[in-house]
């Protein structure tokens, strides 16, 4: 498995446009500057500067960093940290002050959330706000959060965590990614207008195949089923299993014979990669589409699954690596190459992992960064250095519009919305190329809004009591 890894993610990073060894010899002043990456940057105060200067601001980000979730969450650390180096040179942090991120690893552990949660926030300088990996977790301290007035930045979209269990209870947290049932309904909208393209004989029907527990739940509600019936997208039942599952095959073969021809799945690397493969071994690739949230469309899915993964489609909130006009990412991929990129002949282990940390969660961590020191630089002119916490970082998030490294990440919150709301809808390829076959992933469509699934939410159905 770790040799097929290697293959596919060395061949989806060595093919890319930019040029790696060349990238890999830069310093870190190389770097190009990115905020001619956004005009809308805030700038603070001279009077904030001057009491800020010389002091840190240490952002604590905690979560599964050693367990199933460690695909992601260990390159989004990396990504964190790298961010962090980069704003303080470029920018010098935040008013003058560092950016320190301080990671905490719970190994999936909600003893451990729950520990790392208590000894942070009751220090005797609480911090002004946090972020969290995983939707357990942040339904975890949901509660907490609103008590303590901490506002969380999450990088999942769990509405339990982010609305309450009607929905209509906004909480202290706010996800950096549009919440999981509109997703599922940004993606139904999409099928429903473009389904003849795929070639699939019959009406589109969904079957769910996710991760058992709060994120691989979090899609297949009676709003998301009514939605996209709506639609004309139907429901042939949903199927879970354990991260640790390797061979899903029969799940696969159960939503099939109950009528679904789109495999929609809630979880991420080796969940979809193992789906792909079990639709490949039961030979139905051409009948069957592969389909899920943003987390569907990354390296560590190509990684491990190979060329089963190509036309994997689902939905995609940001821009992608491959978009090197846009300044923003520019930054990134050099940032990564200067940071990250081990050159052929090292370690194969070492460089595997450094290849892997090329993917979705080292990629939105920068337009995080950049995020946080805005809100921050707001709240800051707005109330005083003096007078910075929780509550005044949670007003200015209240009412949070910005474009975060020229528009790879589109936050847009309100007092009654706590998600990204705009997405295109992408797909893994695998395209031929001068130098070779580079699986890359691309839009199939511009900037949406999603609609709003949660539990009342404006765009859900009337359903029957």
Not at 243 to 264: M, R
Not at 294 to 300: E, F, G, H, M
Not at 379 to 408: C, K, P, S
Not at 414 to 441: C, E, K, L, W, Y
Request: aromatic share 10%; charged share 15%; net charge negative.
């Amino acid at each position: 498995m770790k040799k097929k890894f290697l293959i596919f993610v060395t061949m989806l990073v060595l093919t890319s446009v930019f040029v790696v060894p060349a990238a890999a010899n830069q310093s870190a002043s190389d770097v190009p500057t990115a905020i001619a990456q956004s005009s809308e940057r805030t700038q603070c105060s001279e009077e904030n500067i001057a009491a800020l200067e010389g002091k840190q601001f240490i952002f604590n980000v905690v979560g599964d960093l050693s367990g199933p979730y460690a695909f992601i969450s260990q390159p989004l650390r990396a990504g964190l940290e790298d961010a962090a180096a980069y704003f303080n040179e470029q920018e010098g942090g935040i008013c003058g002050a560092e950016i320190v991120i301080n990671p905490r690893d719970t190994g999936g552990s909600q003893d451990v959330m729950r520990e790392a949660w208590d000894e942070i926030t009751n220090a005797d300088t609480p911090p002004e706000m946090m972020f969290l990996f995983g939707s357990a977790d942040a339904e975890l301290v949901r509660e907490d959060a609103i008590n303590q007035q901490i506002p969380i930045l999450l990088s999942a979209g769990s509405e339990l965590a982010l609305y309450g269990e009607n929905g209509d209870a906004p909480a202290y947290t706010f996800a950096i990614i549009p919440l999981y049932t509109d997703q599922l309904g940004a993606f139904c909208q999409y099928i429903s207008e473009n389904w003849e393209s795929f070639g699939i004989e019959g009406d589109p029907v969904i079957g769910h195949l996710s991760w058992e527990g709060a994120f691989g739940r979090s899609t297949d509600t009676p709003e998301t089923r009514a939605y996209c019936e709506s639609l004309g997208v139907g429901y042939a039942g949903a199927e879970y299993f354990l991260p640790t599952t390797s061979d899903v095959s029969t799940q696969v073969d159960t939503l099939v014979e109950s009528g679904a021809n789109i495999i929609f799945t809630t979880s991420l690397a080796s969940g979809p990669a193992n789906i792909a493969a079990a639709i490949a071994g039961l030979e139905l690739q051409g009948q069957v589409l592969l389909a899920g949230v943003n987390w569907v469309l990354d390296t560590s899915v190509i990684g491990l699954g190979g060329a089963d993964t190509q036309g994997i489609t689902g939905v995609l909130p940001y821009l992608w690596w491959d978009n090197l006009d846009n300044p923003g990412i520019q930054v990134v991929n050099n940032s990564w190459a200067v940071n990250r990129f081990l050159p052929a002949g090292d370690d194969p282990d070492a460089q595997r992992a450094a290849l892997a940390q090329r993917n979705i969660a080292y990629l939105l961590s920068f337009p995080v960064i950049d995020a946080y020191i805005e809100v921050m630089t707001r709240t800051i002119n707005r109330v005083g250095a003096e007078n910075l916490n929780g509550q005044a970082v949670y007003e200015t998030l209240n009412e949070f519009q910005y474009d975060a490294m020229n528009g790879i990440l589109r936050f847009s919150y309100s007092d009654t919305v706590r998600a990204v709301q705009v997405t295109q809808i992408g797909q893994i390829q695998f395209v031929q190329t001068d130098a070779g076959v580079n699986p890359t992933i691309v839009s199939l469509t511009d900037w949406f809004a999603t609609p709003d699934l949660k539990a009342g939410g404006a765009d859900v159905p009337a359903m029957e009591e």
